[in-house]
C-alpha cells in the first residue's frame, strides 16, 4: 500500500522538536492560550453543582492532609451506594481536590482556575504532539489545538468542577503520548523518556479509568507514523521494542490488580437504571442504542447547538428493533464511517489516523462493550474530540493546499476564522449555563427534557422562582415518566400545588405518599406545613412530631413544631385553677 504523500516527508521528520521550550512559547501558541482564556471571560463566580457536592463538599477524606494514604487506598467516594454511584478508583484526581480543600477552602474559583490551567496546558500539549506527527505542515498543528482550545463540547468537562478526572487524565495521556513519540524518534534507547512515559501513563489512569485507551493510541502511532501502514512493518516494530510494549502492559494490569483491591467488587450491580438503563438492557439495545448516542455526540461535535446537564432516563429511549427508522439510519451511518475510515486509510493516514483516535478513546465510554455510570455526558467527548480536531484540521490544510487563487484562500481562512469565533462564544454562552444550579437547569427548561430526573432539578428552581404552573408541569411530566425518587417528585408536586392555590390538590399527594409509606419525613413536614397555614394547629403538631420521629436530625420540622406549638397554645389557653 503507498503512504500519501504527506506521511512520507512526516515518516522523514519524525521526532524533530521544531517549537520552542515551554517558556518561550511561539506566536502560534500564545494564540492558543489566548484562545482558551478568552473562553474562560465568564467562569469565574461559580457555584458547586451536581456531583461536586458529593465528591468535593460533602467529602470527609478531603479534610486533612493526614488523610493523603486514605485518599489511595479508598474509592473515589465512599459512600457512593449512598448516592446511588458506580464506585470509581480515580485517587489522582481525589487528591487534586484535596489539595483545593487545603490551600483555598471549599473556594470554587480555585478549584476552576486549575481546571482551566490544565486546559491550557492540554491544547499546548496538543500543538506540540501535532508538530511532531505532521511537521511539515504546522496549520494543522494550530488549527486542531484552536478548536480544542474553544469548543463548546469541552465546556462541561473543564467548567463543571467535577470535570476535573477528565482534564487531568488527558493531560498525562498527553505527556505520556509525548514522551513515548521522543522514545521512538531517538536512535537508542532512553530509559528517562521511558520511565516519563510510564509515570505518566499511571497518573493519568490514576486520574480516570478512560486512560486504558493510550495503549490503543500508542499502538495506532506505531501502525500510522512508524510502519506506515504495513503489517509486516508493524509486528516487526513490536517485536523490536517488546521491553517497553511490555512496561506499558505491565502498568496496565498493575493498575488493574490495585483498582479491583480497592473497590474490592464494590462495582457489581451498583450502576442505578435511572442514571444508565443501558447497564441493565440487552446486548442487542445496548449496540443500538450505544451506537445513536456515538452519533450524537458527533453531531454536536459539528453542531454544538444545545446541552443538557443531564441524559438520565428516559431522555435518550433505549434502541430495540433491527428494524426501526433509527436503526436503519444507525447502521448506515456506521456503514458510511467505516468506508470513510477505510478509504482515508488507502489515502491520507494522517485523517485515518485521527477517526482512530476517537474510535479508540470513545470505546471504553460507549457503553457498547462496558456499561459505565452514565448512558451519556457531555464530558466524556473531552478526550475523544481530539480526533475530529485533528481530521478537520488535516482537511482544512489539504484544501488550503489545493486551493491556486489568493481570494479563495482569503475566503477560507476568513471561513476558519469565523468558526472559531463563533464555536469561542458558544463557549462563553455555555460557561453562563453552569454558574449556579437555577442557571443550569432552567436553560433546559424550553426544550422541556425526558428525563424525569432533570424535570424534577428543573421544577425546583422554577417553584423557587415562584413559576408555579410551570413547576407543576415539569414534576407532573417526571411522575408520568417514573423511575426517578417518585416520592420526592410527588412531594414537589405538591409544593408546587399548594403554591399555586390548590391546596386540595398538595394534601391528596401528601396523604397518598404517607399511604404507601408511612415512614416518609417529608410528606409529615410538607403536610404539616399545609396544615400549619390552614391554621389546623393540631394536625400540624401531629405531623411535625410524626417527621422528627422518622428523620430527628430535620431541623426545619423542628422549628416548625415550636411554631405550631405556640400558635396552639394562643389558641387554647389553659385556664388556672
Given at each position: 500500500m503507498k503512504p500519501s504523500r504527506p506521511l512520507k516527508?512526516?515518516?522523514?521528520?519524525?521526532?524533530?522538536?521544531?517549537?520552542?521550550?515551554?517558556?518561550?512559547?511561539?506566536?502560534?501558541?500564545?494564540?492558543?492560550?489566548?484562545?482558551?482564556?478568552?473562553?474562560?471571560?465568564?467562569?469565574?463566580?461559580?457555584?458547586?453543582?451536581?456531583?461536586?457536592?458529593?465528591?468535593?463538599?460533602?467529602?470527609?477524606?478531603?479534610?486533612s492532609?493526614?488523610?493523603?494514604?486514605?485518599?489511595?487506598?479508598?474509592?473515589?467516594?465512599?459512600?457512593?451506594?449512598?448516592?446511588?454511584?458506580?464506585?470509581?478508583?480515580?485517587?489522582?484526581?481525589?487528591?487534586?481536590?484535596?489539595?483545593?480543600?487545603?490551600?483555598?477552602?471549599f473556594k470554587p474559583d480555585?478549584?476552576?482556575?486549575?481546571?482551566?490551567?490544565?486546559?491550557?496546558?492540554?491544547?499546548?500539549?496538543?500543538?506540540?504532539?501535532?508538530?511532531?506527527?505532521?511537521?511539515?505542515?504546522?496549520?494543522?498543528?494550530v488549527i486542531a489545538s484552536l478548536l480544542f482550545a474553544v469548543h463548546p463540547v469541552q465546556t462541561e468537562a473543564v467548567t463543571y468542577i467535577t470535570g476535573r478526572a477528565d482534564v487531568l487524565a488527558m493531560l498525562f495521556f498527553l505527556v505520556a503520548w509525548l514522551s513515548f513519540l521522543r522514545l521512538r524518534s531517538r536512535n537508542q534507547f532512553s530509559g528517562k523518556e521511558f520511565a516519563l512515559s510510564l509515570l505518566c501513563y499511571l497518573l493519568s489512569l490514576l486520574s480516570k479509568e478512560d486512560a486504558i485507551t493510550w495503549l490503543g493510541v500508542i499502538l495506532l502511532t506505531e501502525w500510522v507514523y512508524h510502519a506506515k501502514g504495513k503489517w509486516g512493518c508493524f509486528v516487526e516494530q513490536l517485536r523490536q521494542h517488546y521491553q517497553i510494549y511490555g512496561g506499558y502492559v505491565g502498568t496496565t494490569l498493575l493498575f488493574l490488580v490495585v483498582r479491583s483491591w480497592v473497590l474490592k467488587g464494590s462495582i457489581t450491580g451498583s450502576?442505578?437504571?435511572?442514571?444508565?438503563?443501558?447497564?441493565?438492557?440487552?446486548?442487542?439495545?445496548?449496540?443500538?442504542?450505544?451506537?445513536?448516542?456515538?452519533?450524537?455526540?458527533?453531531?454536536?461535535?459539528?453542531?454544538?447547538?444545545h446541552f443538557l446537564p443531564d441524559y438520565s432516563?428516559?431522555?435518550?429511549?433505549?434502541?430495540?428493533?433491527?428494524?426501526?427508522?433509527?436503526?436503519?439510519?444507525?447502521?448506515?451511518?456506521?456503514?458510511?464511517?467505516?468506508?470513510?475510515?477505510?478509504?482515508?486509510?488507502?489515502?491520507?493516514?494522517?485523517?485515518?489516523?485521527?477517526?482512530?483516535?476517537?474510535?479508540?478513546?470513545?470505546?471504553?465510554?460507549?457503553?457498547?462493550?462496558?456499561?459505565i455510570g452514565t448512558i451519556r455526558a457531555d464530558r466524556l467527548l473531552y478526550m475523544p474530540a481530539f480526533g475530529w480536531?485533528?481530521?478537520?484540521?488535516?482537511?482544512?490544510?489539504?484544501?488550503?493546499?489545493?486551493?491556486?487563487?489568493?481570494?479563495?484562500?482569503?475566503?477560507?481562512?476568513?471561513?476558519?476564522?469565523?468558526?472559531?469565533?463563533?464555536?469561542?462564544?458558544?463557549?462563553?454562552?455555555?460557561?453562563?449555563?453552569?454558574?449556579?444550579?437555577?442557571?443550569?437547569?432552567?436553560?433546559?427548561?424550553?426544550?422541556?427534557?425526558?428525563?424525569?430526573?432533570?424535570?424534577?432539578?428543573?421544577?425546583?428552581?422554577?417553584?423557587?422562582?415562584?413559576?408555579?404552573?410551570?413547576a407543576i408541569a415539569c414534576f407532573q411530566k417526571a411522575l408520568a415518566i417514573g423511575y426517578f425518587e417518585p416520592k420526592m417528585v410527588q412531594s414537589n408536586l405538591g409544593a408546587a400545588l399548594k403554591a399555586s392555590g390548590d391546596?386540595?390538590?398538595?394534601?391528596?399527594?401528601?396523604?397518598?405518599?404517607i399511604s404507601k409509606d408511612p415512614t416518609y419525613a417529608a410528606a409529615y413536614f410538607n403536610r404539616g406545613n399545609l396544615y400549619l397555614a390552614e391554621k389546623k394547629y393540631a394536625e400540624a403538631v401531629a405531623d411535625y412530631k410524626k417527621a422528627l420521629v422518622y428523620d430527628p436530625q430535620l431541623v426545619p420540622a423542628e422549628i416548625n413544631l415550636k411554631a405550631a406549638l405556640e400558635r396552639l397554645s394562643e389558641n387554647n389557653p389553659t385556664k388556672k385553677p
Open positions: 516527508s512526516a515518516k522523514k521528520k519524525i521526532g524533530r522538536d521544531t517549537s520552542p521550550h515551554f517558556l518561550w512559547l511561539s506566536p502560534y501558541e500564545w494564540l492558543i492560550v489566548l484562545a482558551a482564556l478568552l473562553c474562560d471571560i465568564n467562569s469565574w463566580g461559580h457555584q458547586f453543582l451536581l456531583d461536586d457536592i458529593p465528591y468535593i463538599v460533602q467529602n470527609s477524606v478531603l479534610e492532609p493526614k488523610l493523603i494514604l486514605k485518599i489511595f487506598a479508598s474509592p473515589f467516594l465512599l459512600d457512593a451506594a449512598r448516592y446511588g454511584f458506580m464506585a470509581m478508583y480515580r485517587p489522582l484526581t481525589a487528591l487534586t481536590f484535596a489539595v483545593n480543600v487545603w490551600l483555598g477552602d480555585g478549584f476552576h482556575l486549575v481546571n482551566r490551567v490544565l486546559h491550557v496546558l492540554i491544547c499546548l500539549i496538543i500543538y506540540r504532539i501535532v508538530i511532531r506527527l505532521i511537521p511539515e505542515r504546522r496549520s494543522v498543528a450502576i442505578p437504571f435511572i442514571l444508565n438503563p443501558l447497564a441493565q438492557a440487552s446486548i442487542k439495545a445496548r449496540l443500538l442504542t450505544g451506537l445513536k448516542i456515538m452519533w450524537e455526540y458527533i453531531g454536536q461535535f459539528f453542531w454544538p447547538a432516563y428516559n431522555q435518550i429511549p433505549l434502541v430495540t428493533s433491527w428494524i426501526s427508522p433509527t436503526t436503519l439510519l444507525v447502521i448506515a451511518l456506521s456503514l458510511l464511517l467505516i468506508l470513510v475510515v477505510f478509504w482515508f486509510y488507502q489515502r491520507c493516514l494522517d485523517v485515518f489516523f485521527g477517526l482512530g483516535f476517537f474510535c479508540i478513546t470513545y470505546s471504553v465510554v460507549s457503553n457498547i462493550f462496558i456499561p480536531c485533528l481530521v478537520v484540521a488535516v482537511l482544512y490544510s489539504a484544501l488550503w493546499t489545493k486551493l491556486q487563487t489568493r481570494q479563495s484562500k482569503s475566503i477560507l481562512a476568513v471561513t476558519l476564522a469565523v468558526i472559531v469565533a463563533l464555536l469561542a462564544g458558544r463557549t462563553i454562552d455555555r460557561n453562563r449555563d453552569w454558574q449556579s444550579p437555577e442557571t443550569l437547569y432552567l436553560q433546559a427548561f424550553t426544550p422541556m427534557p425526558n428525563s424525569s430526573k432533570l424535570l424534577n432539578s428543573i421544577g425546583t428552581q422554577l417553584l423557587q422562582q415562584g413559576r408555579s404552573q410551570d391546596w386540595g390538590g398538595a394534601l391528596e399527594q401528601y396523604d397518598s405518599i
